[in-house]
C-alpha cells in the first residue's frame, strides 16, 4: 500500500508549512492497533468507545467522555494517556477548584522584582480533566482558549502550549447532584462524546478476576512516542476528502440546523471537526481517502453533544443525549449520498 498521503492539489497550501511524514499507511494502522490493544487490555469489552477515543487522538481533538461513576471513564483516559509517550497531567476538578489553578498565576519574585509565570496543569500534551462538570463554570471557561487556540493568556501574556496538545474529560450525567451543566462554548470544542455504558456480563466478570492484586494501568506502558504521534497526526490530517464529501458533510450539519426537534444546530466548528475526524478513522482503516461511511459513523460521537432539542421533542424522555442521538441518526438517514461516493 502506498503511504499517505496522495498529494492532491486543494491541500498543496496546508501542506507547504508542514514537514514530511516518517510514516506509512501501514506503519500508522500497525501503530494505532497496538495503541488499541494496549487501552484494550485495560478496558475490557468496549471496543468501539476505545475506536473513536484513539479516532479523535489522531483528529489532535479533545474528548469528552461521559456516563454515570465508576464504569471506567477515568480509567480510558489513564490508559490512552499512558499507551503514549507524552507529558501527561490530571486535574480534579471540584466546586473549589480556581482558574488559576488551571491556566497558571503570574508570581511576583522579589529578589528580582519581577513576575514570573508559574504554568498549571494545562501545560501538558494530554491533559486529563476529571469530573470536569463538578467545578464551576468559570473554572471551566479557564479551558476555553487553551482547546481552542493551543495557548492560555494570563494577565495579558500569551503562552502557547505544548504540542500536541489534547484534554480528554469526563462528566458525570448533569441530572446527578454536585454537577454544572457544560456551557455550549465548551460542549462545542470538544470534538467528540462517547459514553461508557456497564460491561456486559462476561466482561464484568474477567475485570473481577483481573484486578483481585493490582490495577491494570499499573501493567502498561507507552507504545508510540510522541514524535511518532505527530507522524501519524500530521499523516491523517493529509488524508483526502473530496469536495462531494464535504458537502455530505455540510449537508448534515445543515440538516440539524433545520431540524424542528431541535433549537441548536451543528455549528460550522462541529463540520470542520467532523471531516477532521473522519480522516482519522479513514487512516485508521488504511485509506487515503474519506468514504461517506467514515461520515456516517462519526456523526453520533461528533454532533449530538454540541445540540438542543426543543421541550418537544424532549416529551417524557429523561436522558437527553438519547433523544439528541436519534436526531442525528434520523438527520443522516435522510441526507443523500453524494454522486458516486459508495455508502
Do not use: W
Not at 492532491?8 to 510514516?23: L, R, Y
Not at 473549589?96 to 522579589?110: A, M
Not at 469526563?170 to 455504558?197: K, S
Amino acid at each position: 500500500m502506498n503511504a499517505l498521503p496522495t498529494k492532491h492539489p486543494t491541500d498543496a497550501a496546508a501542506e507547504a508549512s508542514e514537514s514530511e511524514p516518517t510514516i506509512t499507511a501501514d506503519e500508522l494502522r500497525d501503530e494505532a492497533e497496538q495503541i488499541e490493544r494496549n487501552v484494550e487490555s485495560v478496558i475490557d469489552g468496549k471496543h468501539d468507545a476505545v475506536r473513536v477515543a484513539l479516532t479523535v487522538l489522531l483528529a489532535e481533538g479533545h474528548l469528552l467522555i461521559e456516563d454515570v461513576p465508576g464504569v471506567g471513564k477515568t480509567m480510558l483516559a489513564k490508559a490512552l494517556a499512558k499507551s503514549v509517550d507524552c507529558s501527561v497531567s490530571r486535574i480534579q476538578f471540584t466546586p473549589d477548584l480556581l482558574p488559576s489553578d488551571v491556566t497558571g498565576v503570574s508570581v511576583y519574585n522579589q529578589p528580582e522584582r519581577r513576575f514570573e509565570f508559574k504554568p498549571g496543569a494545562v501545560f501538558s500534551n494530554i491533559v486529563i480533566g476529571d469530573e470536569i462538570n463538578r467545578a464551576s463554570p468559570k473554572t471551566q471557561s479557564a479551558l476555553l482558549e487553551s482547546m481552542e487556540e493551543r495557548h492560555v493568556t494570563v494577565d495579558g501574556s500569551t503562552y502557547p502550549l505544548p504540542d500536541p496538545f489534547i484534554v480528554i474529560a469526563t462528566q458525570n450525567p448533569v441530572e446527578m447532584e454536585g454537577t454544572y451543566e457544560l456551557p455550549e462554548a465548551q460542549r462545542d470544542r470538544f470534538m467528540a462524546r462517547i459514553a461508557m455504558g456497564y460491561p456486559d456480563e462476561g466482561a464484568e466478570i474477567d475485570m473481577l478476576t483481573g484486578r483481585d492484586t493490582s490495577s491494570p494501568l499499573s501493567r502498561i506502558g507507552a507504545v508510540v512516542t510522541s514524535d511518532r504521534l505527530r507522524d501519524m497526526m500530521t499523516l491523517a490530517r493529509r488524508v483526502f476528502a473530496s469536495d462531494a464529501l464535504k458537502q455530505y458533510a455540510v449537508a448534515i450539519a445543515r440538516g440539524t440546523r433545520d431540524d424542528p426537534d431541535l433549537r441548536l444546530g451543528a455549528s460550522p466548528r462541529a463540520t470542520l471537526q467532523l471531516v477532521r475526524a473522519a480522516k482519522a478513522r479513514a487512516a485508521l482503516e488504511g485509506r487515503d481517502f474519506v468514504l461517506p461511511d467514515d461520515v456516517d459513523a462519526l456523526a453520533v460521537s461528533v454532533l449530538a453533544h454540541r445540540l438542543l432539542p426543543t421541550s418537544r421533542a424532549m416529551g417524557q424522555h429523561h436522558e437527553r443525549a438519547a433523544v439528541l442521538a436519534d436526531v442525528v441518526t434520523r438527520v443522516v438517514a435522510g441526507t443523500p449520498v453524494p454522486t458516486g461516493q459508495p455508502k
